[in-house]
């Protein structure tokens, strides 16, 4: 019996006016499975995942998460999921320990079990020794540690990542991934992300699919959209291949920077 993909996306079509931002989008991705959506700014990216995790209602097409559909089980789909969004999410007025808190009680997990479930989160992104400060005084990698902590807390089968690690050093960047691989092995849980950096989601993704103007150009492991271009391609050469436009560039810095580099990002879809 084949096992329930963790996502599958059937004739996905999203307007905007006028404007076509994702069309007739066909997409599965597996359960256990760490899977990238690549493209450049305005390619869908983030107007598909808005979609998945119920942000925004399905008017064209289906997608469903673990066989729920999130047009008519909202609810029970956003049970399933842990979110990172582009946009920043955590509040530097509070500690390290009340973002994660506050997640909690958002997510609905039973109060006998918050202050465990808390605890557990920011044990697994290493941040025990630095919850009670205040969110503002963390560097740009524990900001997106701490996201990642709040996304966790309610145990999801499900994390989406858009961008996570942008505005990150590429040490922040590591440390990040090194987390985000031990859930997996540790949990079996699904991953979608999105990410501008070709080296990350070449080493880190089990296959990946490129948009380009809301449409579906290449989908498949790295390992073969590579070969298929020649023996010494790279994923940055596919990407290229299939979209003609120029990758994002790093940056760093910390909490302010992130913000300011999130609200940029999100502003150009």
């Known amino acids: 019996m084949t096992a329930t993909p963790a996502i599958e996306i059937c004739g996905l079509t999203q307007r905007f006016g006028e404007h076509v931002a994702v069309e007739a989008l066909d997409l599965t991705v597996d359960a256990g499975e760490c899977f990238g959506l690549l493209g450049p700014n305005g390619a869908g990216k983030t107007t598909t995942i808005r979609l998945l995790v119920t942000l925004l209602p399905v008017t064209e097409g289906t997608v469903t998460v673990f066989g729920l559909d999130v047009g008519r089980r909202a609810m029970a789909v956003r049970r399933l999921l842990g979110y990172v969004p582009q946009q920043l999410s955590v509040e530097g007025a509070l500690t390290g320990r009340e973002n994660v808190a506050w997640f909690a009680r958002l997510f609905d997990v039973p109060r006998r079990e918050r202050t465990a479930r808390v605890d557990e989160a920011l044990t697994m992104m290493d941040l025990t020794d630095s919850a009670d400060r205040l969110a503002a005084t963390y560097s740009g990698g524990m900001v997106r540690r701490l996201e990642l902590a709040q996304a966790l807390v309610n145990r999801p089968a499900l994390l989406v990542l858009d961008e996570p690690t942008v505005g990150l050093d590429p040490v922040a960047r590591d440390s990040v991934w090194a987390r985000v691989r031990e859930l997996q092995e540790q949990y079996g849980t699904t991953v979608l992300l999105t990410t501008h950096y070709m080296e990350e989601a070449d080493a880190l993704c089990d296959r990946v699919a490129l948009m380009h103007h809301g449409r579906l150009r290449a989908m498949g492991p790295p390992t073969e959209l590579r070969a298929a271009l020649g023996p010494h391609a790279t994923l940055e050469d596919v990407f290229r291949h299939w979209t003609g436009d ?23 879809g």
């Open 246 to 268: 120029q990758l994002a560039e790093e940056e760093k810095g910390g909490l302010r920077s992130v913000r300011s580099t999130r609200r940029t990002a999100g502003r150009m």
